[in-house]
């Protein structure tokens, strides 16, 4: 897993697909219920992976993602009742996850001096056009530090121009490199508008390493999911 060493009491941890139970195309550590797989060896990948930030699975909020800009405070335990791209909790010991297989994991954490709090969103190419950074930010307020997760890359994430247009119109001409589209990039300077300052940014693209990274563009289905987990200590 990967540690974003966050400015506050927080635990923030990015899943690789190493180091579960998963079998096949799920090998090994999916964290995603609906990817088909079996769902016991699902819930055991995410008591690992709740374990390695010291949270209880039991407590382990997650949203149903539909490539949105909904974000919700979390209830311990609410695993998908509500349909949204983002949770954010100020409590302390509730884990939260966003799960992703491509699309950009993202974590934030106030860091202003106020009550702890993190969020964590799943930020497709629709969610972060459409302004789940901003949601995301404004539901925490102050000030925020940031991590971009593991996702797909400039080097690998070809797009059309239905898609390159809108992206171009709003984060320039340099978003794009050729045909293929720096999701990474525009995570960033959504962030920037945002206000946030300090900007952690992993670049591992998820469909150049399959020994690392579950990944729908290079897989398809069946395939699995990683994500990012995140607590207030």
Not at 14 to 28: K, L
Not at 132 to 148: H, N, R, W
Request: with cysteine; charged share 20%.
């Amino acid at each position: 897993m990967i540690r974003w060493d966050a400015d506050g009491p927080y635990e923030v941890v990015f899943t690789t697909r190493r180091g579960g139970v998963s079998e096949g195309p799920y090998a090994s550590l999916n964290l995603g219920r609906k990817t088909g797989d079996d769902v016991d060896r699902v819930d055991q990948n995410r008591r690992l992976a709740c374990a390695e930030i010291g949270a209880d699975a039991a407590r382990l909020a997650l949203n149903y993602q539909v490539h949105s800009t909904l974000v919700y405070r979390a209830r311990a335990g609410a695993r998908g009742a509500a349909q949204g791209d983002g949770l954010w909790t100020d409590e302390p010991a509730l884990p939260v996850l966003a799960l992703a297989a491509d699309c950009l994991p993202i974590a934030l954490a106030r860091t202003n001096g106020a009550a702890p709090a993190v969020c964590v969103l799943h930020a497709g190419r629709i969610g972060l056009l459409d302004g789940i950074v901003q949601a995301g930010v404004g539901a925490l307020e102050g000030t925020v530090a940031a991590a971009i997760g593991p996702a797909i890359g400039p080097c690998c994430y070809e797009v059309g121009e239905e898609v390159a247009g809108p992206y171009r119109a709003h984060f320039g001409a340099a978003i794009m490199q050729g045909s293929k589209l720096d999701l990474w990039q525009a995570a960033e300077r959504a962030l920037r508008e945002a206000g946030v300052a300090r900007i952690d940014r992993f670049d591992l693209c998820t469909a150049c390493n399959p020994a690392l990274f579950f990944s729908h563009r290079r897989d398809g289905k069946p395939r699995g999911v990683q994500g990012v987990v995140a607590r207030v200590c």
